[in-house]
């Protein structure tokens, strides 16, 4: 079992539409947890830090169930510029402490029109 | 403006030939890491630093070497490149202090070895 895994998607969404992303791990010790952007070619560029329950920041939440081990977010009201693939960041070491972080795959949203 | 510079952005070279990708950051940050992304992979973590003179192994160091003298500059050196090392190569940094996955990127850096 990989230790962070994404559904690759892609996921094709209209205009306007909520979306959302599953983030599984597999260290039930982790405490931080990170969602970050990439545009095709680009750096990716951080979105989200969760190290509680959740984190919400205008159309964009964070929601960590640690019971069941994964992290979600949601876009509400997707825009074209969301378009992109969205990387799902573990920090396995308490306090966010660690250097080695985990990287899922990546989830790629298309929002057409 | 707070950045992350690698060099080169673009470079194709030949088996063998030693090269250095540098980093830099002007954000004063302590952690600093290499990542490489292949398609189907995603971004695995090549070799990290806590801070000066502190480096650490991540899961693909085969292959390559680091080094922190300084606290902004973080290089990463392929004494003999192989095909294998073709890739898109992202440097990264942040502040510890229970911030470590909070990163800025650089641009990536996109070698093609011969």
């Known amino acids: 079992r990989k230790e962070v895994e994404q559904d690759p998607g892609p996921f094709n969404v209209p205009e306007g539409a909520t979306v959302a992303f599953n983030c599984t791990y597999s260290?039930?010790?982790?405490?931080?947890f990170f969602w970050y952007r990439q545009d095709c070619r680009k750096e990716p560029k951080l979105l989200m830090s969760?190290?509680?329950s959740g984190n919400e920041d205008g159309r964009f939440t964070a929601q960590l169930n640690r019971a069941s081990q994964y992290i979600s977010l949601l876009i509400r009201d997707s825009k074209l510029s969301d378009s992109a693939t969205y990387l799902c960041?573990?920090?396995?070491?308490?306090?966010?402490?660690?250097?080695?972080?985990?990287f899922g795959q990546g989830t790629e949203l298309s929002v057409k029109p | 403006e707070a950045q992350v510079t690698q060099n080169p952005r673009y470079l194709i070279t030949v088996t063998g030939k030693k090269l250095t990708v540098t980093c830099s950051q002007n954000?004063?940050?302590?952690?600093m890491s290499w990542y490489r992304q292949d398609p189907g992979l995603g971004l695995r973590q090549i070799y990290y630093?806590?801070?000066?003179?502190?480096?650490d192994k991540g899961d693909v160091p085969e292959g390559y070497k680091v080094s922190r003298k300084e606290k902004r500059n973080f290089p990463l050196i392929l004494e003999s490149p192989s095909p294998n090392q073709t890739s898109l190569y992202f440097c990264?940094?942040?502040?510890?202090?229970?911030?470590?996955?909070?990163?800025?990127f650089g641009e990536g850096s996109r070698l093609t070895v011969l």
């Open positions: 990264a940094s942040s502040f510890t202090t229970g911030r470590t996955g909070e990163l800025f």
């Open positions: 260290n039930s010790a982790s405490q931080s």
């Open positions: 969760v190290y509680s």
């Open positions: 960041v573990v920090n396995p070491v308490i306090y966010n402490q660690g250097g080695k972080l985990i």
């Open positions: 954000m004063n940050h302590e952690y």
């Open positions: 630093s806590m801070n000066v003179e502190v480096t």
